[in-house]
C-alpha cells in the first residue's frame, strides 16, 4: 500500500499545514465565510498566501468579521481607516474592491437566495475532485473558472480574475486538488472514514 503524504506546497510551517488540513478543499457553504474567501483572495493578489493567512486574524477584526452587510456599508471615512491599519494589506485597489465585492455579494443572496446556490450551481453542487499527482500538476486556471471570472467581472466585481477565482475554487472545495497521495484527497479521507472502502 502507498505510503501518504500530505500536499507538498503546505511546507511545515503550522499556520499553513493547519490551514491545508482543516479547510482548503472541504466544502464551504456558509456565506460569510464564502465572502472572507472572496476578500481574501484578492487581497492575495501579487502576494503569498502565507502573508495573508498571518494577518487573517487583523482582516476579521478590521473588516467587523467579514459580514458582508456591514462590509457593504463602508464609506470613505472607513476606507482611509483601513488605509491606516498596519496590520492588514494596505491597498487602496483592494480595499475598495472589497466594499464594492460586498454590495455585489448582497445583490446575488437577494437574487439566489444566498451566495452559495449562486456559486455551487456552477459545479451542480458537488466537488469537482481533481487527480493531482504533484504540485506542477496543479492547474492555474480552467475553462470553469474562466466562466465564473467573466460572470462575477460583469456583475461588476473586481479582483476576480481566472487565477484568482481558481483559486478560490480550490479554497471553498468546489475542487479538490488535493495530490492524489495526500491524506487529505477526497478519496483518502472517505477510505479512512470506512475502511471497508479501502
Given at each position: 500500500?502507498?505510503?501518504?503524504?500530505?500536499c507538498a506546497?503546505?511546507?511545515d510551517?503550522?499556520l499553513?499545514?493547519?490551514?491545508?488540513?482543516h479547510?482548503?478543499?472541504?466544502?464551504?457553504?456558509?456565506d460569510?465565510?464564502?465572502?472572507?474567501?472572496?476578500?481574501l483572495e484578492?487581497?492575495q493578489?501579487?502576494l503569498?498566501?502565507?502573508t495573508?493567512l498571518?494577518?487573517?486574524?487583523?482582516?476579521?477584526?478590521?473588516?467587523?468579521?467579514f459580514d458582508?452587510?456591514?462590509?457593504a456599508?463602508?464609506?470613505?471615512?472607513?476606507?482611509s481607516a483601513?488605509?491606516?491599519?498596519?496590520?492588514?494589506?494596505r491597498n487602496?485597489?483592494?480595499i475598495d474592491?472589497?466594499i464594492?465585492?460586498?454590495?455585489?455579494?448582497?445583490e446575488?443572496?437577494?437574487?439566489?437566495?444566498s451566495?452559495?446556490?449562486?456559486?455551487w450551481r456552477?459545479?451542480?453542487?458537488?466537488?469537482?475532485?481533481?487527480h493531482?499527482t504533484g504540485?506542477?500538476?496543479?492547474?492555474?486556471?480552467?475553462p470553469?473558472?474562466?466562466?465564473?471570472?467573466?460572470?462575477?467581472?460583469?456583475?461588476g466585481f473586481?479582483f476576480?480574475?481566472s487565477?484568482?477565482?481558481?483559486?478560490?475554487?480550490?479554497?471553498?472545495g468546489?475542487?479538490d486538488?488535493h495530490?492524489?497521495?495526500?491524506p487529505?484527497?477526497t478519496?483518502?479521507r472517505?477510505k479512512?472514514?470506512?475502511?471497508a472502502?479501502?
Open positions: 500500500m502507498e505510503t501518504l503524504h500530505r506546497w503546505a511546507g510551517d503550522p499553513y499545514i493547519a490551514y491545508h488540513d479547510e482548503w478543499g472541504r466544502p464551504l457553504h456558509d460569510n465565510k464564502l465572502f472572507e474567501m472572496l476578500i484578492g487581497m493578489a501579487g503569498s498566501w502565507i495573508i498571518r494577518k487573517r486574524e487583523a482582516f476579521r477584526a478590521a473588516f467587523d468579521g458582508p452587510r456591514i462590509v456599508g463602508y464609506g470613505p471615512d472607513k476606507a483601513l488605509m491606516d491599519n498596519p496590520a492588514i494589506i487602496r485597489r483592494k474592491a472589497a464594492n465585492n460586498a454590495r455585489l455579494f448582497l446575488i443572496q437577494q437574487e439566489f437566495g451566495f452559495d446556490s449562486f456559486l456552477y459545479v451542480d453542487g458537488a466537488p469537482i475532485i481533481g493531482v504540485v506542477e500538476n496543479l492547474p492555474v486556471t480552467t470553469l473558472s474562466d466562466r465564473l471570472s467573466r460572470d462575477l467581472k460583469k456583475r473586481k476576480v480574475g487565477t484568482i477565482v481558481y483559486s478560490y475554487m480550490q479554497a471553498v468546489m475542487v486538488d495530490t492524489v497521495l495526500c487529505c484527497h478519496h483518502n472517505a479512512e472514514e470506512s475502511p472502502l479501502a
